[in-house]
C-alpha cells in the first residue's frame, strides 16, 4: 500500500506561484514514476506533468509547458510541482500520484490508468 499526500495548494492572483509537494510512504519511493493530475468543476481528470523513477526525464501537458516544472527528492520521497504564472484557467483540484513500478528506466506515464495510487488532492484557486 501507498500513501501520498499533497500540500501547498492555496489562492493565488492570476500571475502568481505556487509549489506543491506530494510526501509518499509505504513504498520504495525511487521505483515509480510520478505524475500530477488535475481535475475542474465539471471537467475530467487531466493529466499536468510526470517524472521518471530513474533519470528524471519530464513530460507536460501542453497547457502547462514553460510555466510547471515537475521534480523529485527520492530522500525525502518527495514529489514537486512548481507553478508559476498562473492562470483562472489552472484553477482545479491538483492530485499527486505514483506509477506502476520498475517501469521502464525514463518511462514518464501520461494516462490516469498507468498510475496505481493517488494522493486526496489539495485546491488550488487562480483568481483573476
Do not use: H
Request: hydrophobic share 30%; glycine share 10%; charged share 20%.
Amino acid at each position: 500500500q501507498v500513501q501520498l499526500v499533497e500540500s501547498g495548494g492555496g489562492l493565488v492572483q492570476a500571475g502568481g506561484s505556487l509549489r506543491l509537494s506530494c510526501a509518499a510512504s509505504g513504498r520504495t519511493f525511487s521505483s515509480s514514476p510520478m505524475g500530477w493530475f488535475r481535475q475542474a468543476p465539471g471537467e475530467e481528470r487531466e493529466f499536468v506533468a510526470a517524472i521518471s523513477r530513474g533519470d528524471g526525464r519530464t513530460a507536460y501537458a501542453d497547457s502547462v509547458k514553460g510555466r510547471f516544472t515537475i521534480s523529485r527528492d527520492n530522500a525525502k520521497n518527495t514529489v514537486y510541482l512548481q507553478m508559476n504564472s498562473l492562470k483562472p484557467e489552472d484553477t482545479a483540484v491538483y492530485y499527486c500520484a505514483a506509477g506502476r513500478r520498475y517501469t521502464t528506466y525514463n518511462y514518464t506515464p501520461r494516462a490516469s490508468d498507468e498510475y496505481d495510487y493517488w494522493g486526496q488532492g489539495t485546491q488550488v484557486t487562480v483568481s483573476s
